[in-house]
């Protein structure tokens, strides 16, 4: 009579389980959707912030304020790319690390891959700073750096205080 009674209590809360568990990912992604929302929102507040004390610094008129802007959010579009791909790269050399099997022909190729991509980043920095000397004089270029500079480094102080979704 128990072992029946256990296996109907089993039987009946059983789909509660599953749907319990199929909702995990749900949230998972709710979570992940929210954080991702949060960080757009928070970068392109910085971002206005950056451009907006940086133009005024600079003593740009908003004709050329606007050419700026475009010209970063397109840009912007590479340097997002490039740092993706970075950090995929840089998981799959520390996963090979922690591989004692991981063979030599595997640690060149990683890092071959790691050589290209810092190439493609200094290939980036100098289309950025050959359009930015077409835009700006010499002071507004220095002075355009130095906020590009607080700029990266409060979205790097951001995305390492931003609270880490559990994986599963």
């Keep these: 009579m128990t072992y029946r009674f256990l296996a109907v209590v089993v039987l009946a809360l059983g789909p509660l389980g599953v749907s319990a568990q199929a909702q995990v990912p749900q949230k998972r992604q709710t979570l992940e959707a929210s954080y991702n929302r949060q960080r757009q ?3 392109a507040q910085i971002f206005t912030r950056f451009l907006n004390r940086a133009s005024t610094e600079m003593k740009l008129d908003a004709p050329n304020r606007g050419r700026l802007e475009v010209y970063l959010r397109e840009s912007g579009i590479r340097r997002r790319q490039l740092t993706v791909q ?3 790269l840089r ?8 591989d004692s099997t991981t063979a030599d022909a595997d640690y060149l190729r990683i890092l071959s891959e790691l050589d290209q991509l810092r190439n493609q980043e200094d290939q980036l920095w100098k289309r950025d700073q050959d359009e930015l000397a077409k835009m700006l004089n010499p002071r507004q270029r220095a002075v355009f750096i130095l906020h590009w500079i607080q700029f990266n480094e409060r979205l790097r102080e951001i995305m390492s205080e931003r609270p880490r979704v559990p994986p599963g």
């Design 41 to 43: 929102q928070l970068e």
């Design 86 to 88: 970075t950090v995929q």
């Design 91 to 98: 998981r799959r050399l520390n996963q090979a690390v922690r």
